[in-house]
């Protein structure tokens, strides 16, 4: 069973910044956080993932509370291409599990 | 090379055929996963591979049949499916340690209708 919530949908203006939480209450010491996207009929894309830092990469940043039980997933200037399901997966190891993840539309 | 392809994009079966699903990848990964996935729903994982052997089975119905011929292809055999075996199926493979195992790479999926 997934490990995560998420609020179901969200909108973002293009050209803003999208921040999508993501809660994970149950998290244990040795579980990374993962977020994925899935935009309309395409196989799910690997976005980032953290331990405890923040982590930036040329898609994305993610931000990890200090008690690790939530995140943000913060795309900086978001475009039309966005517009995609976004999954946060708590895990390590083999249990590898999508949750119901969040419904992004980015508004022109 | 980044890319998982899977062959066919759409199949149409009716539930006497039997068909097979294939999945390849050329990133030198040596697990490979087969996940369904019904419409406005999320990826549900049916099995995983690992170094070409059978690690995971999530309880999956037996008139799906998988196989790891090579650490390069992967296949799903179908034989007796019913109506609500149609979903999209996803093909994904990852390295093996366990961190990387949860960096996925998927394909563009195989659209099953079951008539």
């Known amino acids: 069973d997934a490990k995560t919530t998420q609020p179901p949908s969200m909108d973002c203006a293009e050209g803003r910044a999208a921040n999508l939480p993501c809660n994970h209450s149950t998290i244990s010491g040795n579980e990374y956080v993962y977020w994925y996207r899935q935009i309309h009929s395409q196989g799910p894309q690997y976005i980032i993932h953290g331990l405890k830092n923040n982590e930036t990469n040329e898609m994305a940043s993610l931000i990890i509370t200090e008690d690790r039980k939530s995140s943000t997933l913060i795309l900086p200037h978001a475009t039309l291409r966005d517009t995609a399901v976004y999954y946060c997966i708590v895990t390590f190891g083999d249990q590898f599990y999508f949750g119901t993840g969040t419904s992004l539309t980015v508004i022109p | 090379d980044t890319e998982v392809t899977q062959t066919p994009k759409h199949l149409v079966m009716g539930m006497t055929n039997k068909k097979s699903l294939k999945c390849e990848q050329h990133m030198g990964h040596r697990a490979m996963y087969w996940y369904k996935q019904k419409a406005k729903k999320p990826p549900e994982l049916m099995f995983v591979?690992?170094?070409?052997?059978?690690?995971i089975n999530e309880s999956v119905p037996s008139r799906f049949s998988p196989e790891c011929p090579n650490s390069s292809l992967l296949n799903l055999h179908l034989h007796a499916l019913q109506p609500e075996d149609s979903a999209l199926y996803l093909c994904?493979?990852?390295?093996?340690?366990?961190?990387?195992?949860?960096?996925?790479?998927f394909g563009a999926g195989t659209r099953l209708s079951v008539l």
């Open positions: 591979y690992s170094y070409e052997k059978l690690s």
């Open positions: 994904a493979s990852s390295q093996e340690d366990f961190v990387a195992k949860n960096i996925q790479y």
